[in-house]
Structures are given as C-alpha cells and as structure tokens.
C-alpha cells in the first residue's frame, strides 16, 4: 500500500422492479479498475466451498471488468429475493482491495419489497 492508496468503489442503487436491479458504480481516484457482479449470498457461499476460491477471486471470474463510472442493469432476477452486489477493486499495480458490496431486495409480484 504505497501512498496509502485505498480504492474503492460507491454503489448507488438505481429503480428495482421484481425482476431487475438498477446500479451505478462510481470508483475512487485511486481506483484503476474493477471487477462487479450481483449474486444471493448463501449461493455465493456454495460456490466459494464448491470452487475452493475466495469471494474476490470468483468476482473477479464472473464479474464484469471495468474501470470509470459506469451504469448497471441486471435482468432477469427473481422477485421477492435477497441480492448482494459485489465490487472488487484494483489500483494501477493490480493489488486487490476490500471487496465492497451492497444489498439489495426484488419487490414481490404485489409491487411491495419483501
């Protein structure tokens, strides 16, 4: 940690409907890029058993590359449901930081969040 850089990365939730989950990213000065994803945390847990792989490394498999700020819109989700986004970010040397994350819950087929 030279500088003492920290990059990170804010999460804004956008519109969330029963099915798709609205966001935007917006990385830190001393964010070169970064890695995002959304998934259910028990499902997550599964897979980082199943795999033998850190959260970060199966956001960093699955997950999306980028760097800047960037708008989001997952599609597809089911209603009434728990999901985590997940943001892994990287300074200009590639070191990996704190993974930060966000929850979010799908409103029920009625409209209302669970």
């Known amino acids: 940690e030279c500088g003492g850089s920290n990059p990170t990365v804010e999460i804004t939730i956008g519109e969330v409907t029963t099915t798709t ?3 935007t990213f917006t990385p830190s000065t001393d ?3 970064y890695w995002y994803m959304i998934g259910i945390e028990s499902e997550m847990q599964m897979w980082q058993q199943m795999m ?3 959260l970060e490394q199966l956001v960093q498999m699955w997950g999306i590359q980028t760097s800047g700020t960037e ?3 997952w599609t597809g989700q089911l209603p009434g449901t728990e999901y985590t986004i ?3 970010p990287a300074d200009a040397d590639g ?3 704190d993974i930060v994350t966000e ?3 799908t409103q029920t087929q009625g409209g209302f969040a669970a």
């Open 21 to 23: 989950v609205e966001a």
């Open 31 to 33: 964010c070169a890029s």
């Open 52 to 54: 033998g792989m850190s």
């Open 71 to 73: 708008n989001y819109t």
């Open 86 to 88: 997940y943001v892994v």
């Open 95 to 97: 070191n990996i930081f």
């Open 103 to 105: 929850t979010v819950t």
